[in-house]
């Protein structure tokens, strides 16, 4: 009884493809209670509630701000309107999980932080990845000093896309890895390059192959490359460090994250000519054994949790807003011929 | 008497680890006869020749253009050295092959060229991977259409490298890139930008990281990613076409290349809300058959071919001045926060 | 109103992992209408029929049989189970899915043949590979000739295994490399040699490594490596035959199927000291694309096809029994230290 | 002077694909000093020597026997050929590298196990593999008792082979595999079973494909896949243990050696109906990093310090002995239909 009072009472907006994800967990998580799941479409609707007969459907998302019960909404509808509806939940009173990117401009990101800490609610954004034993893995070996100065992150995120229609390559795949590079550095870039092109869609100028440039402006370079024409898919994301080095593949089945005991010895020799002496060092290959929990899974609890313990959401909407600070900083950058955008 | 009358009579100046190769090659080529061999380092040189009592070694290259019988001269020195190396060859009127990059400016391997032509000698760059059985059967592929109309070519060239001393990773390793990517398509860039960081040699500011894109004006992409830090090594290659795509692996040990009948179609749709409707194409793979001799075995040869039956090398000196430009202009590019470079 | 009168009724026994996939595919499939799951484990049959309430849960089997409304069973009962529970289904009238192995012993099998013959009722036997994209196409490829004379099939399903705790590896595991076999070559073989090992339950010994050995008399070969041990996880099949050779590879995500244009020619060769001339033939590689539907999602609707339209389904009982007779004979030879058995 | 002096003398017959390989190391060694080289092909011999001009080539094995400067004979030549030749030697007084497999039948093995005893002379047999980084750090793993009792050991050559015309592939192939598993070991199976088949040379019965298996009665099995038809190359070796596991893939570029914290944990319940509890223990794989020398490189100077030191050789006589003894019985198995040889 005690444990049922608990529950955080949560409504999922959006019954499309990851909103489905969310439903799944949202129901299964013994931290929540699913009580309402809202979609424009009707037979999607009905789809999606079909396995939850306790669950009501709605169609329209004022009616889910209105029940008093509902303590809590997950958004997950088209990047447009993110802002707009994250920006009414919270003005209705409700903690707000909204899926990547946090809305579509800087503005609309900003606004649904500001929201949160005046109506004193929790904001969490959907950065995934977070919650998942590889990430996870790499924060702990980054902070354990382990991994050493770091030189260089490079993620490939490629393949034969799924075209959204609403939003260009960069801000449907980079949040990926902008919210991996932002949470294991914890700061923002100095400065933003990037080039696109597009190629399926011109009329509309949605770009489906981009190249990301964040500089950290202490010799620190990360670069994403997405791509939706790739007729192979590739999910690579190496951390460079002067002690070790960490290649995170997403899609080994079984050895994901690899920690490799190579790296260069820099020295400076009087003798020598050039001043500096560069050797290299090839040691063991680790590859840590990682649990196989869902990633949606636990991020589902943490929302909950921190509802009920007032807690910051490791994915907050600071966290939101400083990838949505670096999409909009890359768009910009494309349309201006690669110029670095400083942030 | 008359086949070995035909075959051309080459010195090889240089004996490191490259010079070692082409002095292997040029004594096995039925096509050439291997006369000397120049090093400035003696047990490097004698080294170099033990293997072959009828080489003669010397220490000076002018003793090597001094040698009437000498015809060719291939030059595997540091890049520094390539243009007033090549100049003088070509001016005591030998003909000349200069491992890559041609020269370290533009106006050196303007120069080169320039010389070349008013000797009425051949003068060939070293861009060893266009003779190898993956670049040759690429060629014909985009050649014939089967590709159609290409998007992006993306070049991943990473690994925990050996530094050269007096060039940055871009000029020791983009040479092959871009030599592959232009002998694929012919032409030069519209435009080049490119980004790089420097960690193990800040002081003389070596970049040993960096990523360069090439803007072909017309919706067409290339990018490279070259790297000596990488605890992996990467040689991955692919090119997107609207009707298939290509992937060049050379680390595969048995299927380098694959063809990938996987594309995008577009329609125009009237009623489609956006205008534009995007479909998969989904079908086989398949990896030609290639055949494994050795890339240098057949550049030494067709050099060879050149001089005797006076044709234009495959990579001519214009070829190696192309890939310098591009060369140049990412350097300047680094050096100037990723400014785009009109070629 | 006709297709619903037309949808088989079917009862699911066992709700277990691999019933909860048939009881998902029969609520899914439009050609049958689930209305009963039966499992003696109250709690796990209530979460088995969660999301299904119109369908009955049960807890005795017999009720199964007693309803008359139910046209077929399909049974995922432990492998004891499989002979006792499946004639008592056909004696009751209903037709019958078993789960693989077809039952424990040859009379198991043979009886449940003989009764499905005598009440004109199907029999069908769980081999789900049959019905996999992979397997259709290697059996297309073999039966158009294009793989020319059989010369050797190699399977390896090796994994740190899910013991079963009433049979041993090779009755757990070679059911489906035994089925896949039956199905390409479609005779049994001439004789059965296997050799296994007990480690972790010698009590009762259950083996847990086994490697199976069929020869079809003709010089052909088939073998078969199972193992509950293995550190890693292997699924490769590879079929040699004297014009091109076939590797499946299950854990492939994108080419599980790979065909080789690759072999061994043979000629008489008079002067040949040896008589005879062997060469090698290395051609290209190709891999068909297949489709990714989910192969039980096949085999439910062949099921109810083959009741309806009263055809012999592609696992009949005939071929449940020809497994199971390899099986046996493979235990009776690991029993007798690899003494070859004839069939 | 006295380095020089003390260099060991060799001769090496046979100037065929390995006997080159030798010839190289042979006169790359400090530790020996390459004096003259047999073949009867008059061109392979001259081909051979044209590098080493101090080398006298010879066309008569006997000339190298009454060479009283040659300490040591290394035998690369046909299997049949091993043991005259090694005895010739052996008489002659030369102390002998033979490569492998040591002899043809297990009675030539034997004599040259006597006739090296008797003459006091060293015996070595080329089992390079055992001089390999992998290999050797198996044996250190195995030995210091990491990965606990072991429970099978399962070993994959294959490919489109090189067929050798007077071995079948048991012989040609197995020997590899045969003196790893008895290097890690050092002991014999009590019982060896194999079967084979021939498809390309039935006139002369072949075997181009075999399976052995070998019991070494306190249920360690070891499995040993030979193929030269196979469409890919597969170089798999397995060692399965119930605290650790490895796995060695020889084609790996760079992570050749793998130890997986992977295993079985068995404890007597009482209460557990079957009296057995079986549970999975998957925590990480390691990655040694292993040096990358020629094994042949570091066999041919174990040879010269065995001579020199008075020691015996890790690849003995008795080592080859023993791996033939299996070879031979495995033989015998497959021609008594896979009946079980005990050794």
Chains 1, 2, 3, 4 share one sequence.
């Not at 801000?171 to 390059?193: E, K, M, T």
């Amino acid at each position: 009884m005690q444990a049922k009072a608990r529950q955080v009472a949560v409504a999922v907006a959006g019954a499309g493809y990851w909103g489905t994800n969310l439903i799944r967990n949202f129901a299964a998580c013994t931290k929540t209670r699913l009580v309402a799941v809202c979609d424009i479409d009707g037979a999607r609707l009905s789809k999606a509630c079909a396995a939850y007969p306790s669950v009501e459907p709605v169609q329209e998302f004022e009616s889910l701000l209105r029940r008093s019960d509902v303590e809590a909404v997950a958004i997950a509808t088209p990047v447009r309107t993110h802002a707009p509806l994250g920006l009414a939940a919270l003005d209705a009173g409700k903690h707000v999980l909204l899926e990547k990117p946090l809305a579509d401009s800087v503005g609309g990101a900003q606004a649904l932080v500001n929201a949160a800490r005046q109506n004193h609610l929790k904001l969490m954004v959907d950065h995934t990845f977070i919650f998942g034993a590889p990430v996870r893995r790499m924060k702990t070996l980054l902070d354990s000093g382990e991994i050493g100065e770091l030189y260089f992150i490079d993620s490939v995120r490629i393949n034969l896309g799924l075209f959204q229609h609403d939003v260009n390559v960069v801000w449907d795949l980079a949040p990926h890895d902008l919210s991996i590079i932002d949470h294991l550095l914890g700061r923002l870039p100095a400065s933003v390059s990037a080039c696109g092109a597009c190629h399926t869609d011109r009329q509309h100028a949605i770009e489906d192959v981009a190249h990301l440039n964040l500089d950290f402006g202490d010799g620190l370079m990360a670069s994403c490359h997405v791509n939706w024409l790739s007729p192979v898919k590739i999910r690579h994301f190496i951390v460079g460090g002067n002690k070790k080095s960490l290649v995170y593949n997403d899609l080994e089945p079984a050895e994901k994250l690899k920690v490799y005991d190579r790296g260069i010895t820099i020295s400076q020799d009087e003798d020598a000519r050039r001043g500096v002496l560069v050797s290299y060092r090839t040691g063991d290959v680790w590859s840590p054994h990682l649990e196989q929990s869902e990633p949606l899974r636990s991020l589902v609890r943490h929302f909950a949790e921190c509802i009920r313990d007032d807690r910051t959401p490791l994915t907050d909407g600071e966290a939101g807003l400083r990838v949505v600070r670096i999409l909009d900083a890359a768009q910009r950058s494309i349309k201006a011929q690669g110029e670095r955008m400083t942030l």
